[in-house]
Structure formats: C-alpha cells, structure tokens
C-alpha cells in the first residue's frame, strides 16, 4: 500500500497564499471582534429617536437641516435638555447669534451644564469646535450655522477633519443648518419640514407646530423613514 | 515662646540662581548696575575661589577671572526670593514676619521668623523642624539657614552665626564653658540648622563678635575704643552706664546680648496674593522669547502657590515697556490651576491679541491664591472636561470669539425682549437636581439679534401682510397683541412692544412687534 500523501505540497501552498495576499492587498482586513454600535444622545423627542435608533451617534457627526420654522431648534435643545439632565456638559457654538435660554429652560435644559460660544463668524465657529473636540469632555457639541455665509468661509475638507475629531472625542457632534454641508463626513441627516402651525380660540392663541423629519441620510439602516412631531408653544403648553 | 529664624545671607545672588538655576557651579558676579564701572556685589563661591572680591567693578573682576559670569541685581527678583522665603514660612507655621531691612554688611541679607512653638509634637523635635525649614527653602530654590531660639533676636544672630561660618568657633568656645552641648548638634551644622536651648543662649552669646548685633557705625567705632570685642564683654558693663555715655543706641544692642524676649507677637498670615517679577537686561520684542521668561515666572509663582496649599487663579500681568509706559492686563483663568504649562498657555493667547506695543523691559506677574479644588467626582455623573484642559479651552475661545461672548447662559430678571446674559463657565461643583422636563415636545424660539425690521401692512392695527428678510407675504394666521413696556423713567432706555404670533404664507412662523416709541414694525424671533 503506498503511502499516504497530503492533498497539496506546503511549500508550494505557502507561495500560492504568499500570490494570493499580494493580488489582493487591500481589500484583506485583519480580523477584528465585531463593532458595538455607537452610544445614543437621545432627543428625548419618541418619534425622532425612534427613527434615529435612540437618538444621534455618539462619535459622529450629524445634521439636523430644514427651512425656518421647520422644528431644527426644537430638536437641538431637547438634545441639549437630555445631555444636561443627565449630568453631561454640552456646548452650542452658535454663528447665528439665536440661542434662547428660554426657550432652553422651557425644553428642560440645565443651563449651568451649557457652554455658550457666541462666535462671530463661521471660521470661529469651526475654530471653537475645534478647540471644544481637543477638550474632550464635552459629550454634546451643537453647531448652529443656520442663516451663515458658508461659502467661502470653509474648506471641504473642515468637515471630515471635524468628524474624525468628533470620533476621537467621542463626542456626538450636531449641525444645524438650512441646507447639508457636511456630505458624505455626516453619519445621518435629518431634513425638518415644517407642516403647519394650529392657531386655536378667539381670540387666537398659537398652540403647536406640527413638523416632519425625514432620515435623509443614515450609515446604518435605510433612509428615507419620516415622522410627525408636534411641538407645543411655550405658555399653552403648560 | 519660641522663635525660628530663616536666613538667607545673600540675597541678590540667591535670587538671580533661583531665576537661573543654570547659573549655579559657575564664577558668578552680581553687579549693581549696567557698565564697565558697574561694582560687584555679590558674588559666587566658585568666583571667590577664583579670586573676585566684592566692591571691585565688573573690568577688574573679568580681568581677574575671565570665565565669570556677570548679572545685574534685579529689585523684582530679590523681592519675590523674600516673598519666597516668607512663603516656605508660611507653608510650616501659622505666625510669620519678614524681619525689618538691614544696612551696612547685612544689607544683603533676607530673614523672617516663625512661631516655632509647640512644632516638637510635628517634627519630632525642634531640631527636626530647623531641618525641614531649611530643606522646604532649599525646594523652593533658597539656600537658607535656620536656627530656633527664645527671641527673634538671638534667632536671629544664631543664623548669621552659621551663614557666616562662626558657629564652629561659638561652639567651640561654649563646649569649652560648658562641655553640655549635645551629640546632634554635627548634623545641625551639616544641615545648616542650630537650636538653643533657653538655659544655653547665654552661653552662646557671650563669645560672639559685636559685630553681628550690627552696631551704627558711630556706635561700633565707640565700642571699639572701650576695647569691647564679644557680646560677654557688652552684657558685663553697668547698662545704665553704658547708655549714658553712648546714648539710647546702645539699648537695641544691650536687649540683644541679653537675649531679651519679644513684647509684641508675630502676626497670623492672611495674604494670598503672590507676585513674581523680573528685570530683564535686554528688551524682549517677540512673543516666543517672552513666553521663556513667563514660563520661568510661571513655573515660581506655582511652586510658591504649592507651598501655601493653593493653586492660581486670575493673572495680573504687568508688562514695563521700553521708552515708558506699562501694559497691564487681567487674565481670567476660569478653572483655578497649578499646572504652569496650562497658565502659559493662557497667557499666551492673551499676549497675541492685542501684542505689547513696545518692547518689553519688566514683567510682574501676580495672582489670588485659589484653594485646590476639592470637588470629588461622582460615580454617577459623567466626567467633564479637566479643569486644566477647560481653562485653555475657554481661554482660546476668548481669543477667537471675545470674551464677552463665552460663557453660560442664564436668565435675566429684565422685561425688555432683547434682554439676554452669560456670566463666566465653571464647571458645576455639585450635582444640583434638574429641572423637570416637560411631558411634550416645545417650539424653540430662535433670537434674531439685532431684530430684523419689517414692511408691514395693518389696516385696523393687525397685520396683514409682511416684507422682510425672514418672512414674506400674507398673513395667514395671527395672535396678539401682548404689550410689554419698561424702562419708562429713562428717555433713552424706555420701551413699549406689542408682540404678535404670525405665520406667513410662505410656512413661516415669527414673532412680530411693533415698537411704539419708534413706530417701526420688526421681526425678534422665529418659531422653530
């Protein structure tokens, strides 16, 4: 009986793996044990963070875009009210100059827990995210750019470096805006459309805003998902 | 009652080494002013072995050691080393005193005394509390002696005993009268610490030269025509006497070679502020060799902020710049620090904008000593940034935006719409309980600042119809008026609205006013 041979030679297996690993090159990756999905800054709001999976990525940057009086600011500070009521500092750097502490309050934010940045322009708002990301310890960092000049005021590439800053903080980094800006660097996009408003009894009294927010950009899961949000007015709400 | 002194004899140069660490091991020269005629006043070991001598001008000592390294005195300098030593004081007793300015050959030195009562149950013994005086002060960048006694004055000729190398003879001479000094006291020589026992001050005294009791000089010219050498030789004449021939001078003297107690205690420390400064021999005119010198200053102010259990808070920096003038900044530093990398950099941005408009001659940088923050953290509660990493970040935000414009929001106690405050970010001590959230989603209100005005159309004083930059066209629903008024006492601050709620037809909904002291229609916010 002859003896047993193996089914192919090492040596020329070892040169045909050695082949093999070169043609491919890239597109092999060392084997990683799988990746937890990012922790959530809920909104607070259900039918958002049921369309977000919890709320926005920690991590990530997202935007939160729409016309005016479409829910943006509605949305940013019941972020602000969650991060803050859980003991989190939050920053708003804020180039539109419309942070309303009121209102803040009204949504149930603490405002001791916020860094306010006035910024002048949107360079400086950029700069100070910048600045806020290298901090660390800022868990929430809000950008309102609504109503800026963003042309000429930053480079492309501003965005990417914002989002792998925003990684390396671990920090869930939300841009409002009236229109996207951040492309392909933003994990999700929310696009609010404003609805309608309810006047309501003589003489009238505006009661609520009825918006919509659609998922017009998401790595994970599909885009595309909407929902209603009714956002009641400050004074008839209480 | 017992009394610690800490000397340092030579002041100048001390504190040019304390500044210039560097400098130490080599021929240095301290020198009272700028020119070759300048005349040396102190001087280093290193260039005393190599043959300088105090009181020659700056040509003849480099003639005599060409290697030597020559400073000028610097006032700020020798009056933060003085500070110095009072804080190593303060850091180990709570009654300290800086003791008065010396003339004639003590002109140099630098002393201040502690209540050293009671410090035996601390240290072990007073012997062991002279060894950590001096060893705290020698930390701080002050090589210092220190001696104990019963009285500020013989505390104090016992620490001039031993910077000046006359202990070994003192001792000597009283272990010869009395043969009872103890064992340790070879330690206290290596350690540049002495302690006399009350019963054995007298001893101590008498061998001494009158001269460290630093006689007038009319007075020590008499004494020296009596023939008296010693301080045994003084306490042996009739006081009376002796002040009747040499006048009521001679009374300081006598109280010291007596070793007479004090009357009037040692005051408690209250002070917090720190200065640090320096001369600087050359004007600075760049930002970057500038920020070598703060770093230095910096570094000083810290480690006699440490000292005292304190940390750093607001900076007042003080600029002298060439041709006259001053420049004079308060820096905020919004989490109290020690760290002096961190205070650099603070420093730093607040030197960029706006530059020092001239070179830079001094610097005087002083601060409020801040107690160390003791807020510990919570297991339940997200960390936050560090206090170090949040005071530059702030600091650099207030560069880039203003200063005035970051910070925290808070509510205003004020009627009028536009009304808004920040007050200055610190992190939150304690977990305070929030608020509660209300059961609902809110419409936010976005501030348009300034309020952007409006072409509006109200036939019957509602409006109708808008044009402006925010919204435009019909109206097509609409509450209000509220009026709000205030401010009516002042012609210049009074204001009246009547604010309305308007949704345009183009799918906006704003916050409408018209200003009844103007008459203008404006938009002040936006329903978002």
């Known amino acids: 009986m002859p003896p047993l041979r193996p089914a192919f030679s090492t040596s020329v297996d070892s040169s045909r793996l050695e082949r093999l690993l070169r043609d491919l090159g890239p597109q092999i990756r060392r084997g990683a044990p799988p990746a937890l999905p990012p922790p959530r800054c809920p909104t607070g709001i259900a039918a958002i963070d049921g369309l977000l999976g919890g709320g926005f990525p920690c991590g990530h940057l997202s935007e939160v875009v729409g016309a005016a009086s479409s829910g943006r600011t509605a949305l940013a500070l019941g972020l602000l009210a969650e991060a803050t009521r859980a003991g989190e500092i939050a920053a708003v750097v804020d180039a539109a100059d419309a942070f309303d502490a009121a209102s803040a309050v009204a949504a149930g934010a603490a405002l001791e827990r916020v860094l306010w940045v006035r910024a002048p322009h949107v360079r400086a708002a950029l700069r100070s995210v910048e600045r806020l990301l290298e901090a660390r310890g800022f868990p929430l960092i809000l950008v309102d750019l609504v109503g800026c000049e963003i042309r000429d005021a930053c480079n492309p590439t501003a965005w990417s470096r914002l989002a792998r800053a925003a990684a390396g903080a671990q920090a869930a980094l939300v841009l409002l805006a009236g229109r996207r800006l951040a492309g392909t660097s933003a994990e999700l996009a929310l696009k609010m459309q404003p609805s309608r408003a309810c006047f309501v009894g003589t003489p009238a009294l505006l009661e609520e805003l009825e918006v919509r927010a659609v998922l017009a950009r998401t790595r994970s899961g599909a885009a595309g998902r909407a929902a209603s949000v009714r956002l009641h007015v400050l004074g008839s709400a209480a | ?528």
């Open chain 2, 1 to 528: 009652m017992r009394i610690a002194c800490l000397l340092a004899a030579d002041l100048p140069l001390t504190a040019v080494l304390r500044a210039q660490p560097e400098l130490a091991g080599l021929p240095l020269a301290i020198v009272s002013g700028v020119g070759p005629r300048a005349q040396v006043i102190a001087i280093s070991a290193e260039a005393a072995r190599a043959g300088v001598r105090p009181a020659v001008s700056v040509v003849h000592a480099r003639s005599i050691c060409p290697a030597l390294r020559v400073r000028v005195a610097s006032p700020a300098l020798e009056r933060a080393a003085c500070e110095t030593l009072l804080d190593v004081a303060r850091s180990l007793s709570p009654r300290v005193a800086v003791a008065p300015p010396r003339s004639g050959v003590y002109a140099a030195e630098a002393a201040v005394f502690l209540d050293a009562s009671g410090v035996g149950s601390l240290f072990r013994s007073e012997q062991g509390f002279a060894a950590a005086l001096t060893a705290r002060a020698c930390g701080a960048g002050i090589p210092a002696v220190a001696a104990v006694a019963s009285s500020r004055g013989v505390s104090l000729l016992a620490a001039r005993c031993i910077a000046r190398g006359l202990l070994q003879t003192a001792q000597t001479a009283q272990s010869a009268a009395e043969g009872s000094r103890a064992a340790g006291d070879n330690s206290a020589l290596q350690d540049a610490a002495l302690v006399l026992a009350p019963a054995e001050e007298a001893t101590f005294l008498d061998p001494l030269p009158i001269d460290l009791l630093d006689p007038e000089d009319g007075l020590a010219e008499a004494l020296t025509r009596f023939g008296i050498r010693r301080v045994g030789e003084l306490t042996r004449l009739p006081q009376r006497s002796l002040v009747t021939r040499l006048g009521p001078g001679v009374r300081r003297l006598l109280a010291l070679a007596h070793g007479e107690k004090d009357t009037v205690p040692l005051p408690g420390a209250v002070e917090t502020r720190v200065e640090e400064g320096v001369d600087l021999e050359w004007p600075i005119e760049n930002l970057e060799p500038l920020s070598f010198v703060l770093r230095g200053l910096l570094a000083r102010l810290a480690e006699r902020l440490e000292l005292r259990g304190l940390v750093c808070g607001d900076l007042d920096l003080e600029l002298r710049l060439a041709g006259g003038g001053c420049d004079t900044r308060r820096i905020g530093v919004s989490a109290p620090s020690g760290d002096p990398r961190t205070l650099l950099g603070v420093l730093r941005l607040a030197l960029e904008h706006p530059l020092p408009r001239a070179p830079v001659e001094g610097i005087a940088l002083a601060t409020e000593g801040r107690p160390v923050r003791t807020d510990q953290l919570d297991l339940f509660r997200p960390a936050g940034p560090t206090p170090s990493a949040l005071g530059r970040t702030l600091a650099e935000l207030e560069a880039l935006c203003g200063s005035e414009r970051v910070g925290a929001p808070h509510l205003v106690d004020d009627p009028h719409p536009d009304a808004f405050a920040q007050s200055p970010f610190a992190l939150p001590g304690h977990t305070r309980k929030a608020a509660p959230r209300p059961g609902v989603a809110i419409a936010a209100l976005r501030a348009l600042r300034p309020p952007v005005p409006a072409e509006v159309r109200a036939p019957r004083g509602r409006p109708e119809w808008i044009r402006s930059a925010v919204a435009n066209g019909p109206i097509v629903g609409l509450a209000g008026p509220w009026r709000t008024t205030g401010g009516w006492w002042s012609r210049e601050r009074r204001f009246a609205f009547d604010s309305f709620d308007a949704r345009t037809e183009d799918g906006n909904v704003i916050r409408l006013r018209f200003d009844l002291v103007q008459g203008l229609w404006q938009v002040d916010a936006v329903y978002d």
